[in-house]
């Protein structure tokens, strides 16, 4: 066989093996998602499996000359009650990513600590940037940072989904230095009540991939689109060839999702907050006037576009739709380019709104309605309360409106086009403006005053949202 062959033979090697994690990874997921993943618990030392498990790791890193370390807090044992197969994947997916994200001659860097009945599983790794506006949502399913780099986006969605199962939690950051994955596992605590202990299986079960399933998942994947700005539009119908046949116009341009029932229907609307929903009216357990009302009285959901479908033409059942806060209403039979056109103007709406508020109008004149305006004052008079904390986060914040970290992400992007984090900057800058005006404060005074940790950081922030440097405006307004 000639060099050419066997390296083609290699390079086909190569692949197959990269399809078949692949695959296993989505059948993973699927099982996640339909509450079919088994957990097989056992006293684990976590530091000894890390090491163990880097062992896979050192070609790729010799190849690309990575300086690696790991670091653990001494005189702790890291003993943990978890499920090694489990905890193995999120480790090398989280290692895998720094590796194929770090620039060559770059650092990788493993920490492992122990703190409040907790153990903090820190990656981090030099030259790779993580947009403040993509922290959030790195962890979805088939999202990817940019296009970038090519990957399925469905590492880091399993990740976090382990994690959870570990009764844990994950989140990533960027600074100056490079990016940082950060993993929180209890020592003690009982895993995730969804995730039940069960008898053990077999690798053979547990990766057991029929032609027909294999099959089945990639053409899930293709009907997914994986664009972060693609709009996404929820379909409750108890009838599954109208959920069919509205996800078959509708999914050339949106990402759809589907639901059989209004209970179902609302659990979908609260955890993956779409852009619009479009909803039967006659359904079992909970119709479509009243999963409407419950939509609109929820926070996370007050402001999503609701569309009604009904075969009934009655006056009476369209003014109960509209009281429960229906924004359009659509008789049985439907046509198809009519539903598709009135979700693109509801869509293109909620853009102007977001345009109008982006530029430069305040947060109260951009909420929709009561619900949502009290949404905005409670929003903002938290980042006022605790401004000047420079820890102030994505997840204490939504703690504190009530809402999961991603709830509260996407109600404000959709609100305004900005997420969490861009809009506390510009409160902070704003305020910061009030106070160079009005105070004879220094610079640096003024960027602690206002939560910036870093004054140079904030005199960057500054001169990209007002145009020039602090220290210049005080020199155009304070001379004496």
Known sequence: MSESSKKLLELIKKNVHILLRLINQILD????ENGRMKMQFSTINLLDEIKNWNDAFRMALLKKHLKFSIEAEPDTDFQLTADEEKMECIYFNLLSNAIKYTPENGEIAIRLTAD???????????????PETDTEIIFERFYQINGHQAGTGIGLALVRAFVEMHGGNISAHS??????????????TLPNRNATPMEHSSEEENREVSAELIDAELDNLSEEPIEADTATVLVIDDNADIRTYIKSFLSKDYRVLLADNGINGLKMAMKYVPDVIISDVMMPEMDGNECCKRLKSEMQTSHIPVI???????????????DGGADSYISKPFNSQLLTSRVRNLISNRK?????FSEGQTLEKVSANALDKDFVSKFKKLVEEHMKDSELN??????DMGMSRVQLYRKLKSL??????????QMRLKKAASLLASS????????YEVGFSSPSYFTKCYKEQFGESPTDFLKRTRKC
């Open 175 to 188: 600074d100056h230095k490079g990016t940082y994955f950060i993993v929180n596992l209890p020592q003690n």
């Open 352 to 356: 102007l709104l977001r345009k109008f």
């Open 416 to 425: 305004t086009n900005y997420s969490p984090n861009e809009l506390l900057r």
């Open 116 to 130: 409040n009945n907790q153990y903090t599983l820190t990656v981090f790794n030099s030259g790779s940037h993580i």
């Open 394 to 399: 994505v997840e204490e914040l939504g703690r």
């Open 440 to 447: 004879e404060l220094s610079v640096a005074e003024i960027a």
């Open 29 to 32: 997921f699927r099982k996640v």
């Open 308 to 322: 009604l479908l009904t075969a009934c033409a009655l006056d009476e059942q369209r003014i109960e739709g509209y």
